[in-house]
């Protein structure tokens, strides 16, 4: 198990970065088994804990779920206006997710439906995950499968749940520096929008 | 500004609690525009970064939110089917949200609905909020307004902007330990639903 690091948030949260291709190298599944083990305990609806995590790291439950995955990307991008297919190439991305077999883990994060802010509470966990993953120097990439509806029963996941994000975890192989992010005061007001910051 | 006790994501996450009451001590807002600052970190739909922050410190404005708040709450509460009144009474939530006006902060989260995955990148960026607000000592409780739509007016909020949050933040005056989780195990899959952890 990789040692933690103990860095500030506000560290981990700036140097962090999304990674698309990984190299080879394994993880250590106790390092994402202590990811999971923060998020868990983030707040949720009524405590709810309406979160399920599939951790997946065979090669070939990897290969039917990148399968999955892309039949329905294909769907998605011939169905995409004309705007976001220029967006799409744009940045180079296309129906082909090659990340869900290169990383040596993925990590499905589900939701259950029927409890009160099911989507809100799992996303706030996702938020721990990737600063643990930072933390124990491991990179990763929020996937939103398109039409995520489709994509569940590659997990054999039940009905009320749904697939939230699959996050693909390992070490990045990504040389392209962070995205850049808007200016910090145009993103904050004081007491109301559009007064002094 | 309070020192930034460097801890581990674990211990963050393991050690914060929701607090419903709070303490008259004021609040540094270098402290918020800290945990704000990480926020903006997060990763977001196409980087779009959906989010907008009001922070409300104003006591006039404070008392205002909350009487907005109340009010759609009293709404609520009333719709509210036998089931979840039941609920309501056994954890003592009623309409009233004291919170609003006691802590000495407010730090209200927007989401731009034109935005793909707003509401999925800004929860995850509330993740981050809280475990900076923790690393900085401050306590919150992840209240969500009921028709939030209704409240967007007391903040003078454009009509794209949902509020998923409004985090009152302060030294937690709550003497409730934090609430129990699932074990973990119970939580976490691998390969598929339902195969060993």
Redesign the interface.
Known sequence: MAQ?A?????G???R?K?ARRFRRTGVDLEDV???????????S???R?P????????EE?KARIRASCEEQERRFHEKAETNLKG?FESKGITWQKQFLTDAPVLLAVFSNQKMP?A??????????I???LE?RSLSTL?Y?PSYPENVRAA????EEYRL??ILPIGHSADKKPK????Q?ES????????LQR
């Open positions: 933690s103990s860095e500030t948030v506000i981990l949260a700036t962090r999304t088994h202590y990811c999971i083990r923060a998020a868990v305990q983030a707040p609806g009524a405590n804990q979160w399920r995590f599939v951790l997946v790291d065979d439950a967006w802010y989507i809100e509470s799992t996303w706030l966990a996702v938020g721990y990737l600063l643990a933390e929020t939103t997990f054999g996941a039940p939230e994000t995205e850049e992010r808007r910090f993103l904050i007001y004081r007491n109301a929008w559009n």
